[in-house]
């Protein structure tokens, strides 16, 4: 489970090549789609998908504007979420919202399924792996004749940071009443 904000770095070491190679595959993925359509491969749009496909998971626009701003890119906020629209739609990238009043993007990787657990406090989202909702979910959706098509897996609530630091104070509050 790793935790994410909207201005978390990008992931180090070997996950980092990995990351990196994934994001340049689906730079082309894109590229490539957006040719088949016959819609115009900017470098504004390139800039974009690179840095939702190597920057982090969860990102926000801010996040993103500010990714490409510290590498020396002035993209306009219009310009990233009409990127980001042509993502989605691509099939590349999703958009969540976690109901923190602004919306996230990520990359749509091959790999485990995986859910959200967003701290109501801090906005800290960690991702965990779904594999036995991935098995259950089917009977359960077989169980009451419904043919599952998607899902989504959010878990909302307090990290234990938020948590630590909740008690903490109610100890020290505690022992100044007592």
Not at 32 to 60: C, I, K, M, N
Not at 82 to 92: A, D, F, K, N, T
């Amino acid at each position: 489970m790793t935790p994410t904000t909207p201005s978390s770095p990008p992931p180090t070491s070997v996950m980092a090549t990995t990351d990196a190679e994934a994001g340049r595959d689906l730079g082309e993925r894109f590229r490539r789609w957006l040719r088949e359509r016959h819609l115009p491969v900017t470098r504004q749009r390139d800039l974009v998908a690179l840095a939702v496909f190597t920057g982090g998971r969860h990102l926000s626009v801010d996040a993103i504007e500010r990714q490409l701003r510290d590498q020396g890119h002035k993209i306009g906020l219009a310009t990233i979420y009409r990127s980001l629209e042509v993502l989605v739609e691509s099939g590349l990238v999703r958009q969540l919202d976690f109901g923190e009043g602004f919306k996230r993007w990520e990359a749509k990787r091959q790999g485990s399924p995986h859910g959200h657990l967003v701290c109501a406090r801090c906005s800290v989202v960690t991702e965990f792996s779904t594999d036995r909702f991935e098995r259950i979910l089917p009977l359960v959706a077989d169980e009451h004749g419904f043919l599952l098509q998607r899902h989504r897996v959010e878990i909302h609530g307090l990290c234990r940071a938020c948590r630590d630091a909740e008690v903490g104070v109610l100890a020290r509050a505690g022992r100044q009443g007592g």
